[in-house]
């Protein structure tokens, strides 16, 4: 099933999808457009860990002129750098490379620790699609990619759905794709990631405990393009959806 | 703002001159090319939290962990210092700063938080902050907060340009050059005046 936490009057509850439509547990019915939608996310009562993996698929590390890496390149996000379907993305003025990242992301259902890959998806509660924009611009070589390129407020886009982990039989074999103003710029496919989901959730539980509502972007392909002011960006995953968001 | 509430929690590299001093013309070498202009920031997620008094484990592989002392800010709302607390940021030694240190700092644990908050207020100067950290009682390491390369104030400015903290976030002040090491049975005290002190005693992890 499809899940989406939307704002619908003035309260934040979970809808599913029903015939193109969100269906709220009263009964009630919506359109994608009347409503504001959130990350697919329960609150979590201590800030959810947020993985996000760079230069996870081959293509995009040739791209950015790095051998692929031995081990995950790993950094982690803030949650206010999440935002939800049909936002706004800020682009700092006078900056000439802010690109979007269309990422499969691994939402945990149990606590991991010290998880082998053969029971790996036995912890994840379900899949979404994340947009892990980056300003290129604020590249510095400490701890890079460093937080002012990758955990500015609301340059996170998240969603638009939660899918249960039962609907996604196989995640690494899922097309994905990114418009920009309905132009394709950025297609691949899940297989090609260096670091499987299993492998990554093997990886992180050995040294950090995982809870639910941790969240692992897995990271993306190559085809990253600079987006300008009023670009529409929607980065899609087959199966999981289709994530819209306008750069302000 | 109590501090069981704390939301995301911020450590900043490089913000002693101490540090610097320690790196020299290393930072115009690669990997790194060039100091660095913006705050470099990290993230000690909430599986590494402990708590003053809380035992904490080092896994088998670890022989010994470096004690990052410091004080950090807990915001009340953007722009807003509620008050400072006392953390002991544990890592396991690594020399590059090149890539986030996930692997080395983010264990489960890994980081003490005092249970002391100093309210913020207008006779409360971060530049006054000392600390002192003792191992097993024996003083190991003075820090000193006037020698910040950014002062608290301008920290929090540098950071916000480009996100934004929110109520209970955490920044810390920096952690300066000189750090300890510890290994498991040690007792780790850091305190400062105001602040309290924060004991945390090393384990080794039972074998799995």
Redesign the interface.
């Known amino acids: 099933m499809k899940h989406a936490r939307i704002v619908h009057e003035g309260v934040a509850q979970w809808a599913t999808e029903r015939d193109g439509q969100l269906l709220f547990a009263d009964g009630n019915l919506a359109a994608f457009d009347a409503v504001t939608w959130l990350p697919p996310l329960e609150p979590t009562t201590?800030?959810?860990?947020i993985?996000a993996l760079g230069l996870n698929y081959a293509d995009h590390a040739k791209e950015l002129a790095f051998k692929a890496p031995e081990e995950p390149?790993?950094?982690?996000?803030?949650?206010?750098?999440l935002n939800g379907h049909r936002q706004f993305t800020r682009r700092?003025d006078g900056v000439k490379f802010m690109h979007y990242e269309c990422e499969l992301t691994v939402v945990i259902g149990r606590e991991a620790?010290?998880v082998g890959r053969a029971d790996a998806y036995d912890f994840v509660r379900g899949y979404t699609v994340a947009n892990d924009y980056a300003v290129r611009d604020?590249l510095?070589?400490?701890?890079?990619?460093?937080?002012?390129v990758k955990?500015?407020?609301g340059a996170t886009p998240l969603g638009p759905w939660l899918v249960d982990a039962t609907d996604v039989p196989n995640p690494m074999a899922l097309a994905l794709s990114t418009t920009v103003n309905g132009k394709l710029t950025q297609s691949g496919n899940t297989k090609d990631m260096i670091f499987d989901v299993p492998f990554l959730i093997e990886y992180f539980s050995a040294?950090?405990?995982?809870?639910p509502g941790d969240l692992i972007l897995t990271g993306t392909p190559d085809g990253v393009v600079d987006c300008r002011p009023g670009d529409v960006v929607v980065t899609e995953i087959e199966g999981i959806g289709a994530l819209m968001n306008t750069i302000a | 703002m109590s501090l069981d509430d704390l939301r995301t929690v911020y450590g900043t590299l490089l913000n002693f001159r101490g540090e610097l001093e320690a790196l020299g013309a290393q930072m115009n070498e690669p990997p790194y090319g060039a100091p660095p202009k913006a705050p470099v920031l990290y993230i000690k997620p909430a599986n590494t939290w402990s708590r003053n008094r809380a035992a904490i484990a080092l896994p088998a592989h670890v022989a010994q962990i470096e004690i990052g002392a410091t004080i950090a800010m807990v915001m009340k709302g953007p722009g807003e210092v509620a008050g400072y607390v006392l953390m002991n940021d544990l890592s396991i030694p690594h020399t590059s700063s090149f890539r986030p240190p996930v692997k080395f700092k983010c264990l489960d644990g890994f980081l003490g938080i005092g249970d002391t908050l100093l309210p913020a207020g207008p006779e409360i100067d971060p530049a006054r902050f000392r600390l002192e950290v003792r191992i097993n009682g024996e003083l190991k390491q003075s820090v000193d907060f006037a020698q910040l390369v950014r002062p608290a104030a301008q920290l929090l400015a540098d950071v916000n340009e480009f996100m934004t903290l929110g109520a209970g976030d955490v920044l810390m002040l920096g952690i300066d050059a000189g750090r300890p090491l510890a290994r498991a049975g040690d007792c780790i005290e850091i305190g400062a005046a105001g602040l309290g002190t924060l004991s945390n005693t090393l384990v080794a992890e039972a074998a799995s």
Request: hydrophobic share 30%; aromatic share 14%; glycine share 2%.
């Open positions: 201590q800030p959810r860990t993985l390149l790993v950094f982690l996000k803030g949650e206010n750098s700092p620790k010290k604020y510095e070589n400490w701890y890079r990619p460093n937080l002012r955990n500015r407020d040294f950090m405990t995982l809870r």
